[in-house]
C-alpha cells in the first residue's frame, strides 16, 4: 500500500511568489493535516481538515490556506512568501478526524525561499 | 499555552546501552502522547504511542511510561542499535469531540548510538 505522497519534494520559490503543495493520503484515510517544520524543531500544527471541511488551525498567517478534494486530497497554498517560510512541510493522514490516534507522515516538502 | 518540554536536545550512547527521554506536557487535558522517530530526509514515523488510561507500554525494545499527575512522559530504549540513532520527537494531544487533530511536538532528541 501507498504511504502519505508528497509533492513536490523540494521546491525554490522567491520571496513574495506564490507556492501550492500537494498531499494525497493513505486509502481510506479521510483526515489530512499539515505541519511546518523549521530545521532543528519539532513540527508546528497548521491545519487539520476532515471529510473536505477545516477543522482545526494553527497559529499562521492568513497567506497560509489549504482545502481538502472530494478524493481526500489536500493542498496548501502560502501567498507572498518570506524567507521565515523555508521549511520542511509535513502532510499527516489519519482514519478518523476525532483524536488523531495513529497519525501517518509523508516525507515531506522541502520548501527554499530566497 | 499548550506546551511540550523535550530533554535532553542531544544523547550519545554505546551500542547495546539503554537511551531514555524525556517529557513534560502544560496542558492536563492531553490523552494521547505519541512518540516519533525521524531519519534524515523522511518524515516522522510513528514508533510507539500511550493513552492517558495507562501507565506503561511496552513494544519489543522500546517503551513508555506516563505520569499523568506529574505530566511527563518518557521513551526508553534498550539494547540500543546503530540503527536507533536519528531525532525522536514526543508529542501531546487530546481526543474528544471538540479535537483539533492538533499535535504538539517537543523540540526533538538526537539520538546516537556508537558501534
Known amino acids: 500500500d501507498a504511504g502519505v505522497t508528497q509533492s513536490p519534494t523540494h521546491l525554490i520559490k522567491t520571496r513574495g511568489q506564490h507556492v501550492t503543495l500537494r498531499c494525497s493520503p493513505i486509502?481510506?484515510?479521510?483526515?489530512v493535516s499539515w505541519y511546518q517544520q523549521v530545521l532543528g524543531q519539532g513540527p508546528q500544527f497548521i491545519f487539520q481538515?476532515?471529510?473536505?471541511?477545516?477543522?482545526g488551525r494553527g497559529n499562521f498567517p492568513d497567506r497560509f490556506s489549504a482545502r481538502q478534494f472530494p478524493n481526500y486530497s489536500s493542498e496548501l497554498n502560502v501567498n507572498a512568501l518570506l524567507l521565515g517560510d523555508s521549511a520542511l512541510y509535513l502532510c499527516?493522514?489519519?482514519?478518523?478526524?476525532?483524536?488523531?490516534?495513529?497519525?501517518?507522515f509523508g516525507s515531506g516538502t522541502r520548501l527554499t525561499v530566497v | 499555552g499548550e506546551n511540550v518540554e523535550q530533554h535532553p536536545s542531544t544523547l550519545s550512547v554505546q551500542e547495546g546501552d539503554s537511551a531514555v527521554i524525556k517529557c513534560t506536557y502544560s496542558d492536563s487535558a492531553s490523552n494521547y502522547f505519541p512518540w516519533y522517530k525521524q531519519e534524515l530526509g523522511k518524515g516522522p514515523q510513528l514508533i510507539i504511542d500511550i493513552r492517558s488510561n495507562v501507565g506503561e507500554k511496552k513494544d519489543q525494545r522500546i517503551a513508555v511510561t506516563l505520569n499523568k499527575t506529574a505530566k511527563h512522559f518518557s521513551l526508553h530504549i534498550t539494547e540500543t542499535q546503530p540503527e536507533d540513532s536519528a531525532v525522536y520527537f514526543c508529542?501531546?494531544?487530546?481526543?474528544?469531540?471538540?479535537?483539533?487533530?492538533?499535535?504538539?511536538f517537543g523540540q526533538g532528541t538526537t539520538l546516537q548510538v556508537k558501534p
Open positions: 499527516a493522514s489519519s482514519l478518523v478526524g476525532q483524536g488523531h490516534y495513529g497519525y501517518t
Open positions: 508529542a501531546a494531544s487530546w481526543g474528544g469531540s471538540s479535537n483539533t487533530g492538533k499535535l504538539i
Open positions: 481538515y476532515y471529510e473536505k471541511e477545516e477543522r
Open positions: 486509502s481510506g484515510h479521510k483526515s
